[in-house]
C-alpha cells in the first residue's frame, strides 16, 4: 500500500469539495472493496477524506411514503429494518445474498453502489486492463470469462457490475441523492447511476469528480411478491453468474432486475409487459443484442431459467 494523507470530513459539502480539491483523492466509509484495492496498488490514493463522522446513518420515512436510506446505513442495520423487511423485502434478500455478516456489519449503503467489478484480470496487475489502466487493452477477452458480461460490454471491457443490493434497488427505481463540491444537491435514478463500459470503462458511475452520495430514496411501495434469486458457484460468499430481484403482482405483472450478467443491474421495463407470457418471452427482450463468449453462453439460458424460477415461487407464494 502506498502513502497517502488523512482527513475526517466535518460535512458533506467540505468532504466533496476536499475531494474534488486533491486530483487522486477518494472518500473512505467502511473500506471493504477500497482497502482491498489499495493493498493491491489498482487503487493509489494519494488523500482520503473519511465520511464516517457525518450523520448519513439514519433511515427515515419520505413524504409521499417511502424511505430515505443514509449513506451511511450499514448493510446490516438496512437488511434486518423491520420497515425495510415489510414493505422492501427484495432488498433485504439481496443484501443477506452478499458478502459475509461481518463485511456487511462494515459496508455502506454508498460503497455498495461503488464498489468495482471482480474481474480476476482486473485484480490481476501482471494483465492488461482498460478498467485499471486505460488503452492497454482487455485480457478477458479471449481469456477465461465464465464470470463475465454478455449485455452491456463492449470490445473494450466485459467486466460486470458484482453487487447484489442494486440489482433489488434498480427493481425498486430507487434514486441517489449527492452533494456537489459547490454544495449544490442531484438526484439520480438508479437506472442512469451505473454506466454501461463503451470506451470509457475505466469510469464506473455517472458521478462527477468529487461528488458524494449521501442517500438512496425509496419509492412508496408497491406491494406484490418480493423475491431476489442468487446463482452461485458455491453457496455462500460468491458472486452472482446470475441473479434476479423480482416484484410481481398476483396478475402476472411486474418488475424484474437481473445481475451477474452487465456492467450494472440489468432492467428493460419493455421486457416486463411479456411477463404474462413467461420467462421466455421477457428473457428473449431482455437479453436482446447479448454478446456472450464460449465460457458464459450458459449465462442466457441461464437468466431464463432463474426468471422461470421466480415466477413459479411466486405464483406458489401467491
Request: hydrophobic share 40%; charged share 20%.
Amino acid at each position: 500500500m502506498k502513502a497517502f494523507t488523512y482527513e475526517r470530513a466535518e460535512s458533506p459539502a467540505a468532504a466533496a469539495a476536499a475531494v474534488a480539491a486533491r486530483p487522486g483523492a477518494k472518500f473512505i466509509a467502511g473500506g471493504t472493496n477500497l482497502l482491498d484495492l489499495m493493498k493491491l496498488q489498482i487503487e493509489e490514493p494519494v488523500h482520503l477524506v473519511d465520511v464516517n463522522r457525518l450523520a448519513l446513518d439514519k433511515i427515515e420515512p419520505t413524504p409521499d411514503g417511502g424511505l430515505r436510506i443514509g449513506a451511511l446505513v450499514r448493510n446490516t442495520d438496512l437488511a434486518a429494518d423491520e420497515r425495510v423487511r415489510r414493505d422492501y423485502g427484495v432488498l433485504t434478500r439481496a443484501i443477506v445474498a452478499g458478502a459475509s455478516g461481518q463485511l456487511r456489519n462494515k459496508a455502506t449503503t454508498a460503497g455498495n453502489l461503488l464498489q468495482r467489478t471482480r474481474c480476476p484480470y482486473f485484480y490481476d496487475t501482471n494483465q492488461p486492463c482498460n478498467k485499471r489502466k486505460p488503452g492497454s487493452g482487455c485480457a478477458a477477452i479471449g481469456g477465461y470469462s465464465r464470470q463475465l458480461g454478455i449485455i452491456g460490454t463492449s470490445d473494450a471491457c466485459i467486466a460486470t457490475y458484482p453487487g447484489d443490493m442494486a440489482v433489488a434497488m434498480r427493481v425498486l427505481d430507487a434514486t441517489v441523492e449527492t452533494v456537489q463540491p459547490s454544495g449544490s444537491t442531484r438526484h439520480i435514478p438508479i437506472a442512469d447511476f451505473h454506466r454501461v463500459w463503451g470506451d470509457t470503462p475505466h469510469i464506473d458511475t455517472n458521478l462527477q469528480p468529487g461528488e458524494l452520495i449521501t442517500a438512496v430514496t425509496l419509492p412508496k411501495p408497491v406491494g406484490g411478491t418480493h423475491i431476489y434469486h442468487k446463482v452461485r458457484d458455491r453457496a455462500s460468499y460468491a458472486y452472482a453468474l446470475v441473479s434476479v430481484a423480482a416484484i410481481l403482482q398476483r396478475d402476472g405483472s411486474g418488475h424484474v432486475a437481473i445481475g451477474g450478467i452487465a456492467p450494472k443491474p440489468w432492467r428493460v421495463e419493455a421486457a416486463e409487459a411479456a411477463l404474462p407470457q413467461g420467462a421466455k418471452a421477457v428473457a428473449t427482450r431482455l437479453l436482446a443484442g447479448a454478446r456472450p463468449r464460449p465460457d458464459n453462453a450458459f449465462k442466457v439460458p441461464l437468466v431464463e431459467r432463474t426468471l422461470a424460477a421466480v415466477i413459479a415461487q411466486a405464483k406458489d407464494a401467491a
